[in-house]
């Protein structure tokens, strides 16, 4: 509904009759995000509500004979979450996720913000275009690349050998999987810190240059607390987009330890265990919601030692 | 926060997808052919109904193979628990494998006589593990051993000459590991001076397991089978137990240079056979199919076959081959007259590869999942 900008006098004789047809309007106005909202919300309840049901329930599940029994016990969840591999493999995962979430904001930002703030509108599309075109190329043939550039014999060691330098360790460990990670997560950051940034009101940032405030100050107090929503979905698209990856730590670190996905894998490898499999999802899944849980908790408790 | 409804749809593609996928298992795997006559359904690793292989036996026999792969026994016995019986005519598997299959009463029982075991060598005429209170459930095709891989380039046959090698300071963050806890294993079990490697005292457990965790720090992954080729090939790995010829001979002969060792603590093998499930209404046809694979002419297309080389039990599919191919005779090391694959076996150095006996398998993969994280 829209705000009328008439003085309050003059309004009134329109507002009763506004009142009047009240709400037969709210049920036109209300109908019309219904049906357009329908068919994402039938799509969430058959393809992410039902399912994300049924993988908690299977992991009550047993398996008997390599088969899938309906039953209700606690032992997959006492025998996952109890075990090293998987304790140890969240504290991995989560860790590399989380270096790879700091890594990609910290690389995009100033890509975005010379993108957004400082190229003229046909370069900035241009770039926009260059950082959506790795989303149409498979992520798991770069990483197939990738791991032929940093293999022992790849093509950066025979560039080393060449010059005379001895090779490098490059592939297997913390700096290929967090290159692999960074090509899956950079392009997807880098695009939302710039949208972010390009929907600022350019007001702000001169209003703040002409009261002295620049450099590494204008980013800090201006640029990051205004777009902080963006900044928040870019590190949590990028930490869930880590979190959950199969390929780079399959194929540039050999599984070198073990993230909660390949512990998945594994364990339906071995004895077709899905009631266990799905317990290390439904644990990855929950780790998300958690997260908000605890922001919003903090961010209530703030405002009512505030208030 | 506004953006959190996109961000959540994308947990939720992944979610539905495994939810599905865990559906899919559930649900009965009926093959779209089970019932056609002339159609044999095959059960059995990848790569075993290449027309290489039996595009003869189809056109002799006027049918066709439908082959559904699998990839590890773990995956094949899911595979059968989950379909009707009928589903499937006949199974390869390995021999470990054979004693659940029967258990299960998956197999039906074959005649000798049918079969030219007479061809094979002795020590295979009568091979133990697919043999139940002396009836035969399982006709050996193939054979192959598990032992030390390793870049020749690096180290010299000398040096690999005992497991002892993978704890040296010169293999340190270099061996690679084949993701599968049985062959893996198996060999450290074999280091630590076990025979047979698979069963295992308590304290013996114990004692390979600290073994094996000592390795750890040696490792420099832990690979498909995709990716053991690529790591042996790129460096990343120096050297891989639990693996054999089956994997270097082909990167051997496109230039690599690998090897595989037996060390003197021994290696393993793996065998495959072909058995007729029950329930199958194609049991002649079966028996026909067993009976080519077995044959000189199907046992030197097994050995032959491009992407998995393979050593056969048959002294005639031995004399066909070096007859009509004596290069690969020579490559694959199944001449009468020099060294061959029998050597090893006759050395007595070489142990079946089984599934642990003392221990619930259970127990083993949980080791094995410790280790990788640890």
């Given at each position: 509904m829209t705000i009328p900008l008439t003085p309050t006098s003059a309004r009134q004789p329109q507002q009763r009759g506004r009142l009047q047809s009240m709400t037969g309007k709210t049920i036109k106005a209300a109908i019309g995000p219904l049906v357009l909202g329908l068919p994402l919300a039938l799509w969430q309840i058959c393809f992410f509500v039902l399912p994300l049901g049924f993988l908690g329930v299977v992991t009550f599940w047993q398996v008997r004979n390599y088969r899938l029994q309906p039953a209700f016990v606690l032992d997959n969840w006492e025998r996952m979450l109890g075990s090293n591999a998987f304790q140890r493999a969240f504290v991995h995962t989560f860790s590399v996720a989380a270096i790879a979430t700091v890594l990609a904001l910290v690389l995009a930002w100033p890509a975005a913000q010379t993108i957004a703030l400082r190229l003229s509108p046909r370069a900035r599309d241009r770039w926009i275009a260059f950082l959506i075109?790795?989303?149409?190329?498979s992520y798991i043939l770069k990483v197939y690349a990738w791991q032929v550039i940093l293999s022992p014999q790849g093509i950066i060691n025979s560039l080393l050998t060449a010059a005379g330098v001895s090779s490098l360790n490059?592939?297997?460990?913390a700096l290929s999987l967090q290159i692999g990670y960074m090509t899956l997560t950079l392009p997807a950051v880098t695009l939302i810190l710039t949208f972010a940034l390009l929907g600022l009101d350019r007001d702000i940032i001169d209003a703040a240059r002409n009261l002295g405030c620049k450099g590494p100050t204008l980013i800090t107090s201006v640029l990051i607390p205004a777009i902080r929503p963006g900044i928040i979905f870019a590190g949590s698209t990028a930490f869930l987009l880590a979190f959950g990856d199969y390929g780079s730590p399959v194929?540039?670190?050999?599984?070198?330890?073990?993230t909660l996905s390949i512990l998945i894998v594994d364990t339906i490898k071995s004895g077709s265990q899905w009631p266990r499999a799905s317990v290390i999802g439904v644990t990855m899944l929950a780790l998300p919601a958690v997260g908000f849980l605890i922001v919003t908790m903090v961010k209530w408790l703030l405002k009512r030692t505030r208030a | 926060m506004p953006f959190r409804p996109t961000d959540l749809s994308r947990r939720g593609f992944l979610s539905a997808g495994a939810a599905a996928s865990a559906l899919a298992a559930t649900s009965q795997w009926s093959p779209a052919?089970?019932?056609?006559?002339e159609v044999l359904n095959y059960l059995s690793?990848?790569?075993?109904?290449?027309p290489y292989l039996v595009s003869e036996f189809e056109k002799e026999n006027n049918c066709k193979i439908m082959i559904k792969e699998y990839v590890g026994g773990d995956q094949m016995l899911a595979v059968l628990n989950q379909s009707p019986p009928?589903?499937?005519?006949m199974v390869m598997a390995d021999a470990e494998y054979m004693h659940l299959l029967k258990d299960a009463d998956y197999l039906e029982e074959l005649d000798p006589?049918?079969?030219?075991?007479?061809?094979?060598f002795p020590e295979f005429q009568k091979f133990p593990l697919h043999w139940f209170d002396d009836k035969l459930y399982g006709v050996m095709t193939d054979f192959g051993y598990l032992g030390l891989s390793y870049n020749t380039d690096l180290y010299q046959p000398e040096e690999v000459?005992?497991?002892?090698?993978?704890?040296s300071d010169k293999a340190k963050g270099k061996v690679g590991f084949l993701d599968w806890y049985l062959p893996s294993m198996g060999c450290v079990s074999l280091s630590a001076g076990?025979?047979?490697?698979?069963?295992?005292s308590e304290d013996g457990f114990e004692a390979m397991k600290d073994k094996l965790f000592s390795l750890r720090d040696q490792a420099s992954g832990f690979y498909t089978i995709a990716d053991i080729f690529s790591s042996l090939r790129n460096g990343q790995a120096h050297m891989i137990p639990g693996i054999g010829e089956w994997i270097t001979l082909g990167l051997r002969m496109d230039g690599a240079p690998v090897d595989t060792v037996l060390p003197e603590e021994g290696g393993l093998q793996w065998t495959e056979s072909l058995s007729i499930l029950k329930g199958t209404k194609k049991r002649d046809l079966a028996r026909k199919f067993i009976q080519y694979t077995t044959s000189p002419r199907g046992q030197v297309l097994q050995a032959t076959k491009v992407d998995n080389k393979k050593s056969i039990p048959s002294v005639a599919g031995w004399k066909l081959l070096n007859d009509t191919m004596p290069k690969e005779a020579e490559i694959l090391r199944m001449?009468?007259?020099?060294?061959?694959?029998?050597e090893e076996y006759k050395k007595g150095r070489i142990h079946y590869r089984q599934?642990?006996?003392?221990?619930?398998i259970e127990d083993w993969n949980d080791i094995w999942s410790d280790f990788k994280s640890a």
């Amino acid at each position: 509904m829209t705000i009328p900008l008439t003085p309050t006098s003059a309004r009134q004789p329109q507002q009763r009759g506004r009142l009047q047809s009240m709400t037969g309007k709210t049920i036109k106005a209300a109908i019309g995000p219904l049906v357009l909202g329908l068919p994402l919300a039938l799509w969430q309840i058959c393809f992410f509500v039902l399912p994300l049901g049924f993988l908690g329930v299977v992991t009550f599940w047993q398996v008997r004979n390599y088969r899938l029994q309906p039953a209700f016990v606690l032992d997959n969840w006492e025998r996952m979450l109890g075990s090293n591999a998987f304790q140890r493999a969240f504290v991995h995962t989560f860790s590399v996720a989380a270096i790879a979430t700091v890594l990609a904001l910290v690389l995009a930002w100033p890509a975005a913000q010379t993108i957004a703030l400082r190229l003229s509108p046909r370069a900035r599309d241009r770039w926009i275009a260059f950082l959506i075109l790795p989303i149409f190329s498979s992520y798991i043939l770069k990483v197939y690349a990738w791991q032929v550039i940093l293999s022992p014999q790849g093509i950066i060691n025979s560039l080393l050998t060449a010059a005379g330098v001895s090779s490098l360790n490059l592939l297997g460990g913390a700096l290929s999987l967090q290159i692999g990670y960074m090509t899956l997560t950079l392009p997807a950051v880098t695009l939302i810190l710039t949208f972010a940034l390009l929907g600022l009101d350019r007001d702000i940032i001169d209003a703040a240059r002409n009261l002295g405030c620049k450099g590494p100050t204008l980013i800090t107090s201006v640029l990051i607390p205004a777009i902080r929503p963006g900044i928040i979905f870019a590190g949590s698209t990028a930490f869930l987009l880590a979190f959950g990856d199969y390929g780079s730590p399959v194929f540039l670190t050999g599984s070198n330890p073990p993230t909660l996905s390949i512990l998945i894998v594994d364990t339906i490898k071995s004895g077709s265990q899905w009631p266990r499999a799905s317990v290390i999802g439904v644990t990855m899944l929950a780790l998300p919601a958690v997260g908000f849980l605890i922001v919003t908790m903090v961010k209530w408790l703030l405002k009512r030692t505030r208030a | 926060m506004p953006f959190r409804p996109t961000d959540l749809s994308r947990r939720g593609f992944l979610s539905a997808g495994a939810a599905a996928s865990a559906l899919a298992a559930t649900s009965q795997w009926s093959p779209a052919f089970a019932q056609e006559p002339e159609v044999l359904n095959y059960l059995s690793w990848p790569g075993n109904a290449d027309p290489y292989l039996v595009s003869e036996f189809e056109k002799e026999n006027n049918c066709k193979i439908m082959i559904k792969e699998y990839v590890g026994g773990d995956q094949m016995l899911a595979v059968l628990n989950q379909s009707p019986p009928g589903s499937f005519d006949m199974v390869m598997a390995d021999a470990e494998y054979m004693h659940l299959l029967k258990d299960a009463d998956y197999l039906e029982e074959l005649d000798p006589a049918d079969y030219p075991l007479n061809d094979f060598f002795p020590e295979f005429q009568k091979f133990p593990l697919h043999w139940f209170d002396d009836k035969l459930y399982g006709v050996m095709t193939d054979f192959g051993y598990l032992g030390l891989s390793y870049n020749t380039d690096l180290y010299q046959p000398e040096e690999v000459a005992s497991y002892d090698v993978m704890w040296s300071d010169k293999a340190k963050g270099k061996v690679g590991f084949l993701d599968w806890y049985l062959p893996s294993m198996g060999c450290v079990s074999l280091s630590a001076g076990n025979t047979p490697p698979f069963d295992l005292s308590e304290d013996g457990f114990e004692a390979m397991k600290d073994k094996l965790f000592s390795l750890r720090d040696q490792a420099s992954g832990f690979y498909t089978i995709a990716d053991i080729f690529s790591s042996l090939r790129n460096g990343q790995a120096h050297m891989i137990p639990g693996i054999g010829e089956w994997i270097t001979l082909g990167l051997r002969m496109d230039g690599a240079p690998v090897d595989t060792v037996l060390p003197e603590e021994g290696g393993l093998q793996w065998t495959e056979s072909l058995s007729i499930l029950k329930g199958t209404k194609k049991r002649d046809l079966a028996r026909k199919f067993i009976q080519y694979t077995t044959s000189p002419r199907g046992q030197v297309l097994q050995a032959t076959k491009v992407d998995n080389k393979k050593s056969i039990p048959s002294v005639a599919g031995w004399k066909l081959l070096n007859d009509t191919m004596p290069k690969e005779a020579e490559i694959l090391r199944m001449q009468f007259d020099q060294p061959n694959v029998m050597e090893e076996y006759k050395k007595g150095r070489i142990h079946y590869r089984q599934l642990p006996s003392l221990q619930p398998i259970e127990d083993w993969n949980d080791i094995w999942s410790d280790f990788k994280s640890a």
